[in-house]
Nanobody
Framework: QVQLVESGGRLVPPGTSLRLSCATSGLTFSRYTMAWFRQAPKSTREFVAAVSSGGIEFYGDSVRGRFFISRDHHLNLVNLQMDSLMPEDTAAYYC?????????????????WGQGTLVTVAS
């Protein structure tokens, strides 16, 4: 059974940094493309970043240059380093996985999801 568990979300002031982690189990990690999505209240789920099984990274326009995704093949986890946080980054952040070498920015293309972790950026 594939499981994804996010951690690291909390309340932080604007301009600071935060790192989210997604621990995985039940999958052959090296064969999966991993992604982060986020969903703010009353909004649709938004693509944030993804890293392919081969290590290729891709970012959403709103976070490019501020957020950085990485994967640890020893610990089978994915991190999202978020710098220069802004109030509009406030959302529930979800880790997602797909058994493919190709990145997709479409949430429906990821069959496996974590439960989410809440990030709030406010003074």
């Amino acid at each position: 059974q594939v499981q994804l568990v996010e951690s690291g979300g909390r309340l932080v002031p604007p301009g600071t940094s935060l790192r989210l982690s997604c621990a995985t189990s039940g999958l052959t990690f090296s064969r999966y493309t991993m992604a982060w999505f986020r969903q703010a209240p009353k909004s649709t789920r938004e693509f944030v970043a993804a890293v392919s099984s081969g290590g290729i990274e891709f970012y959403g326009d709103s976070v490019r240059g501020r957020f950085f995704i990485s994967r640890d093949h020893h610990l089978n986890l994915v991190n999202l380093q978020m710098d220069s946080l802004m109030p509009e980054d406030t959302a529930a952040y979800y880790c997602a996985a797909r058994s493919s070498s190709l990145i997709s920015t479409v949430a429906d293309n990821y069959p496996t999801w974590g439960q989410g972790t809440l990030v709030t950026v406010a003074s």
